[in-house]
């Protein structure tokens, strides 16, 4: 009866070594660029700015941050697609007219600028180079659209010699709802199977005009440009 006991034991050993072995080789044998499901989240930092013709004042480039929440879906090695939801500020510089001509007064500055809090949902494809030989980084491309809506819009006048900054709430004066398109390139890198770290440059350009106040801006169109860089960790 010994005998017996211990050959059925010897057995139910050999039986939970070969699967703890094949569940070890395919965790090793995993990658994260082979997930179907892909969840997490991006930071982006933009430069933004107003442009068209006719514009009622000269804009600049201004910096602009913000975030996601993202969920992916990948069909095949190749495609996929994406859905999100974060905040990202917008807006533009504004250059003032230098009517005082003396030396170190307030105008003629990059002291002005038009500052958007916005709530976003971008949705976009996905293309990815194939992988090869086990490599750990391949290139991938995005395309698609944000919907973006507009909590707030202020005008900041930054008063650098008495900190009583100049804010005045235009909320009004912008349109809310914003359609842009959406567009970036770059490299995921497999960290070490544990998730994918992004690092893409992209490029944004608003589909409709923002101005919303004949009054203030005339009959002139701006439409919403950013460029920068966008960081992803997904897993």
Do not use: C
């Not at 070969?18 to 395919?26: C, D, G, L, R």
């Not at 910096?63 to 879906?73: A, D, H, R």
């Amino acid at each position: 009866m010994k005998k017996y006991f211990l050959l059925i034991f010897l057995f139910l050993g050999i039986i939970v070594s070969s699967y703890a072995q094949t569940v070890k080789n395919e965790l090793v044998d995993s990658s994260r660029f082979d997930k179907k499901w892909l969840r997490g989240g991006s930071f982006q930092s933009l430069w933004t700015k107003f442009i068209g013709n006719d514009l009622p004042a000269d804009y600049f480039f201004k910096p602009s941050v913000g975030g996601n929440l993202l969920t992916e879906y990948h069909l095949n090695e190749k495609f996929g697609f994406g859905a999100g939801i974060g905040f990202q500020n917008r807006g533009a510089g504004r250059f003032t007219p230098d009517y005082d001509k003396s030396l170190g007064n307030a105008d003629s500055t990059h002291r002005a600028h038009y500052r958007m809090r916005s709530i976003e949902v971008p949705i976009y494809a996905i293309y990815k180079s194939p992988i090869k030989n086990s490599q750990q980084v391949r290139f991938s491309a995005k395309v698609g659209a944000i919907y973006s809506w507009k909590m707030r819009t202020s005008f900041i006048f930054h008063s650098v010699e008495d900190g009583f900054h100049e804010i005045e709430n235009l909320s009004k004066d912008f349109y809310r709802s914003q359609l842009l398109l959406n567009g970036s390139f770059g490299i995921d890198i497999n960290a070490g199977d544990a998730a994918i770290f992004q690092i893409h440059l992209l490029v944004q350009q608003g589909a409709g005009n923002v101005f919303n106040n004949p009054t203030s801006f005339g009959l002139s169109k701006g439409y919403d440009r950013a460029f920068g860089i966008q960081l992803g960790f997904l897993y």
